[in-house]
């Protein structure tokens, strides 16, 4: 059995660009987190699936990000236009639903510059 | 709004040297508390889930225990291994979990 996976782990990319992570949760885990850290800071929940709904963002999540879960498997998480604010790890953890406790994949690292 | 404060925020522990790591919370009805531990790099491995008022759960050389307004992880004879950074999180009806900032952990040989 495979954790969650995220790709790419690391990101560098100049400022105004585009990024797109990608999040392939535990297999049969119908719910979906994304969070956001930043050095010497607990992960920030910005938004979660159930399945392939969407149910909640956070205010964090500006309208240059965008998240998608097509078809309740793998989830995405794009970031328009960078700013140097956006350099974070961003975290994705699934869980089955009625469980309390999340599973965190490694995390993809974004650095804009 | 949900609040979890944890301290100390880093902790330097000669190996061998028990102590404990304090997660104080506010939350309207607690539906859990979890501890994960994070290395450098690395997302946050779950640790324990505690869901009421004198529950305990252990795990190698940690023990988890918790009250009505904080929890405590106790780290028994910790070794160079055990140093990480230690998060606390909080769930309260169907939100997503709050987290921390976390304590720093290092054992020293």
């Known amino acids: 059995d495979t954790g969650v996976s995220q790709d790419p782990r690391h990101k560098i990319t100049k400022r105004g660009q585009n990024v797109t992570f990608r999040c392939d949760p535990i297999s049969e885990h119908n719910r979906l987190y994304w969070y956001r850290q930043t050095l010497g800071q607990g992960p920030e929940f910005l938004t979660y699936?159930?399945?392939?709904?969407?149910?909640?963002k956070s205010r964090l999540l500006s309208d240059r990000f965008s998240a998608e879960r097509p078809k309740g498997s793998f989830s995405t998480l794009e970031i328009q236009r960078t700013e140097q604010g956006d350099s974070a790890m961003y975290l994705c953890?699934?869980?089955?639903?009625?469980?309390?406790?999340?599973?965190f994949g490694e995390g993809s690292r974004l650095t804009v510059l | 709004e949900d609040q979890v404060t944890q301290s100390p925020e880093a902790l330097r522990l000669q190996e061998g040297e028990s102590s404990s790591l304090n997660c104080s919370y506010t939350?309207?009805?607690?539906?859990?508390l979890f501890w994960y531990r994070q290395d450098p790099g690395k997302g946050p491995e779950f640790l324990f889930t505690l869901y009421s008022a004198g529950e305990e759960k252990e795990k190698e050389r940690l023990k988890a225990t918790l009250t009505k307004k904080e929890s405590f992880l106790h780290i028994t004879a910790p070794k160079p291994e055990d140093s990480a950074t230690y998060l606390c999180a909080v769930r309260s009806g169907n939100t997503p979990l709050v987290f921390g900032k976390g304590t720093r952990l290092s054992v020293i040989a």
């Open positions: 939350v309207s009805g607690l539906r859990g």
């Open positions: 953890a699934s869980s089955p639903m009625g469980a309390g406790e999340l599973f």
């Open positions: 699936f159930q399945n392939e709904a969407q149910l909640e």
